[in-house]
């Protein structure tokens, strides 16, 4: 598929943030509800470009946290690699989906980013969270919101 739009990058040190925030019972930085997050960790910005390199994380390094995330009302994820068991549930049970951008092609994901803005914890360097916007981003839907799973080899 092809994604335009608006989407968020958030990598294990946000979404570690994000947990903290949580269990604090303070408001996130960015609205949870209906959102497209893109684990990934963008380098700076040559002259003239929006972004640098902007290809996937492994998605699995934030499983402890997405399904409290989708449950918040997380609406898609994008990375690369397997979920747990516990991510692929909270999917299905809220209607959500995972897809995957390819692995070792951050140079010509970023060709697809049109505009970045940091928007919270800007301490984190590329790790902080920023807003993108994308058009004609290609990506797999790797796990759908009926429970289809690429991953699964039955």
């Known amino acids: 598929m092809l994604l335009s739009g608006t989407v968020y990058t958030a990598r294990d040190a946000a979404h570690k943030l994000f947990d903290g925030l949580l269990d604090s019972g303070e408001e996130l930085p960015v609205p949870i509800k209906d959102l497209t997050v893109y684990y ?19 998605s699995g390094r934030m499983d402890v946290y997405a399904p409290r995330l989708l449950d918040l009302g997380l609406k898609c994820m994008i990375g690369k690699g397997e979920r747990s068991r516990e991510v692929c549930d909270a999917i299905v049970r809220n209607n959500a989906v995972y897809l995957c951008a390819v692995g070792g092609a951050g140079a010509l994901a970023a060709k697809c980013i049109k505009s970045c803005e940091v928007v919270a914890f800007e301490h984190l360097g590329c790790e902080s969270v920023k807003r993108l916007t994308v058009e004609n981003f290609p990506l797999i839907v790797a796990i759908d919101c009926h429970g289809g799973n690429l991953f699964n080899n039955k």
């Not at 990934?40 to 492994?58: D, L």
């Open 40 to 58: 990934a960790g963008p380098t700076p910005a040559r002259p003239g470009m929006p972004i640098g390199s902007c290809g996937p994380t492994t």
